[in-house]
């Protein structure tokens, strides 16, 4: 397989995940937009393999390993932000009125802004993921540039 | 690190794409190397230097 067909692969696997995740929403089905990423890996994984015209030598894989090093640095320290925030909301007590009285039958004493929603945690999940594909691009353009990937030589 | 990759190269009429697929990476590094963008692995520096018969320190000078 050449490398521009490769990436036009890539291309309509990225689409074809678009559409399916647009119809998991549309329909709630999780499952199915969860599949078919993986689904979608799988493939991207084997077709890298039959790339003949795509060398990796040392540069592109210390390109690689530099992004990748870099981001997990930075993605760590959002992801626990994130995580610590959860989590202290998951144990948060819940507070109880000044006059303590036993609670009626049915009355929560939790109250729902004490609990992040799902729909809250998406976001930020959602956010969380935007910010480490960003990173990453944006580590592997300069760690590109910065060892030469698109110096034009006289040649 | 300086090289005289470039020199060797001229000397032996060889293009960046020969001696790339001589010692087994892609023409990109090649020219990094030569432009001083990358500096080669020990492995890669005496590919180059086992290519051209030559000590490596005869292409590859250390400067501070």
């Not at chain 1, 050449?2 to 647009?22: D, E, M, Q």
């Not at chain 1, 015209?53 to 959002?78: G, H, N, P, Y």
């Not at chain 2, 432009?35 to 590859?60: M, Q, R, W």
Request: hydrophobic share 45%; aromatic share 14%; with cysteine.
């Amino acid at each position: 397989m050449k490398k521009n067909s490769f990436y036009l692969l890539i291309g309509c696997i990225a689409v074809a995940l678009l559409v399916i995740f647009w119809y998991s929403i549309e329909n709630s089905v999780h499952f199915f937009t969860e599949s078919a990423f993986i689904i979608g890996v799988v493939i991207i994984y084997f077709a890298r393999r039959r790339v003949t015209d795509l060398v990796e030598d040392e540069r592109s894989a210390k390109i690689t390993e530099k992004a990748a090093l870099r981001t997990l640095q930075v993605f760590w320290v959002l992801f626990a932000v994130f995580s610590i925030g959860t989590v202290t909301s998951l144990f948060r007590i819940p507070k109880f009125p000044e006059v303590f009285r036993p609670p009626r039958p049915g009355e929560l004493l939790i109250s729902s802004g004490d609990i992040p929603s799902p729909k809250i945690i998406g976001y930020l999940s959602l956010g969380l993921l935007c910010a480490m594909i960003f990173l990453y691009v944006g580590f592997r353009l300069y760690y590109a540039r910065k060892y030469g990937e698109w110096i034009i030589d006289e040649e | 690190m300086k090289n005289k990759i470039k020199v060797f190269r001229a000397i032996g009429g060889l293009r960046q794409e020969d001696l790339a697929n001589e010692v087994g990476v892609s023409r990109q590094t090649i020219v990094a190397i030569e432009t001083g963008k990358y500096d080669p692995s020990l492995d890669l520096a005496f590919k180059i230097a086992h290519y051209f018969n030559v000590p490596i320190e005869k292409i590859f000078t250390y400067e501070t």
